[in-house]
């Protein structure tokens, strides 16, 4: 899941990017307010991590562009106000909550993952390929009926291929897309989790839905 955070502090920006990058989240990082609202408009992500105060524009009045846009990707925001009106105001301006500075990274998690749990945004973006059905807000994969035990990185990977699906995608558009790496061309990181993946979503099942393409990387296909 593609995670957008807009935050000037750097330290705080560097540790939260890297818990949520721990916990299988693409993470892009904004340092402005205006670089966070051309990032939001252009780029599709599943949500906005969001501090209120920003040099130039402010938290409140992206959220305001975004929305008066029809952007409607789902937003927590950070700040270290705590008053009640704050709080109202953030709700009112179509935030879907609200966590004040300083707060445990657990908490932020937490929450991000019951925004994208209900999410109307996320509740429709069911991918299928075949009998594999992949819920994002839920982090959940089904194979013909049966639930696939997989990591977040496992199922970031699954994902990307899945709304891909039929297309080849390349070992270094994968591993950008999922490890947010430039590929070196060394490194087998996506021939490694490929495999992995492979003894959970093709080997229990009669027919295979990964398949190789020499020399160019993988597609993911229900194809016979
Ligand atoms: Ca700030």
């Not at 975004?66 to 008053?83: E, S």
């Not at 301006?93 to 749990?117: N, Q, V, W």
């Not at 199922?155 to 291929?161: D, G, K, Q, T």
Request: glycine content about 8%.
């Amino acid at each position: 899941m593609k995670v957008l955070l807009v935050e000037d502090e750097k330290k705080s920006a560097a540790f939260i990017g890297k818990g949520l990058r721990e916990h299988g989240f693409v993470v892009d990082v904004a340092g402005s307010g205006d670089d966070g609202l051309a990032l939001a408009c252009m780029g599709e992500y599943d949500i906005l991590v969001l501090d209120v105060m920003l040099p130039g524009r402010d938290g409140w009045s992206v959220l305001t562009e975004l929305r008066q846009k029809g952007i409607q990707v789902p937003t927590l925001f950070l700040t270290a106000r705590d008053g009640v009106n704050d709080r109202v105001k953030g709700l009112e301006l179509g935030a879907d909550d609200y966590l004040p500075k300083p707060f445990a990274f657990t908490e932020l998690l937490a929450r991000m993952r019951t925004i994208l749990r209900r999410g109307p945004v996320r509740r429709s973006n069911l991918v299928k390929v075949g009998d594999l059905e992949l819920e994002p807000s839920r982090m959940s994969a089904v194979r013909a009926g049966v639930r696939l035990d997989l990591t977040p990185k496992e199922f970031v990977l699954l994902h990307l291929m899945a709304r891909r699906q039929g297309e080849v995608l390349s070992r270094p558009y994968i591993a950008e897309q999922v490890w947010d790496m430039n590929f070196d061309g060394e490194s087998n990181v996506v021939d490694v989790h490929i495999r992995r993946l492979r003894t959970k979503v093709d080997d229990p099942f009669p027919r295979r839905l990964i398949h190789t393409v020499r020399g160019v990387g993988y597609v993911l296909d229900d194809r016979p």
